[in-house]
Nanobody, 125 residues
Framework: EVQLVESGGGLVQAGGSLRLSCAGSGFTFDDYVIGWFRQGPGKEREGVSCITSRDSNPWYAHSVKGRFTISRDNAKNTVYLQMNSLKPEDTAVYYC??????????????????WGQGTQVTVSS
């Protein structure tokens, strides 16, 4: 059974940092593209970042570029999202997603096959 489990969310003040983790199981993690998405209150789900299986050319949404860093540790079947200089508008449920069909990184949610349950990130002003 494929599983993606997010962790690391929480409450942080503006300007603070959090590191989210996405642990995968039930599939060959090394071969999968992993994406991070978020959905804020009353908003649509949006792509935040993604990383290919070979850890090359990660993609970032314009709103997080320079503040967020995605990385992966295939030995631990885990992808991380380091979030620095957090803003109140980063408040959302953050989801990770996986796709193994092509080594293609995209912020389009419809591309991904498997999804985690999400972790809440709240940034106070």
């Amino acid at each position: 059974e494929v599983q993606l489990v997010e962790s690391g969310g929480g409450l942080v003040q503006a300007g603070g940092s959090l590191r989210l983790s996405c642990a995968g199981s039930g599939f060959t993690f090394d071969d999968y593209v992993i994406g991070w998405f978020r959905q804020g209150p009353g908003k649509e789900r949006e792509g935040v970042s993604c990383i290919t299986s070979r850890d090359s050319n990660p993609w970032y949404a314009h709103s997080v570029k320079g503040r967020f860093t995605i990385s992966r540790d295939n030995a631990k079947n885990t992808v991380y999202l380091q979030m620095n200089s957090l803003k109140p508008e980063d408040t959302a449920v953050y989801y990770c997603a996986a796709d193994g069909r092509w080594n293609y990184c995209t912020g389009m949610a419809s591309w991904y096959t498997y999804w985690g349950q999400g972790t809440q990130v709240t940034v106070s002003s």
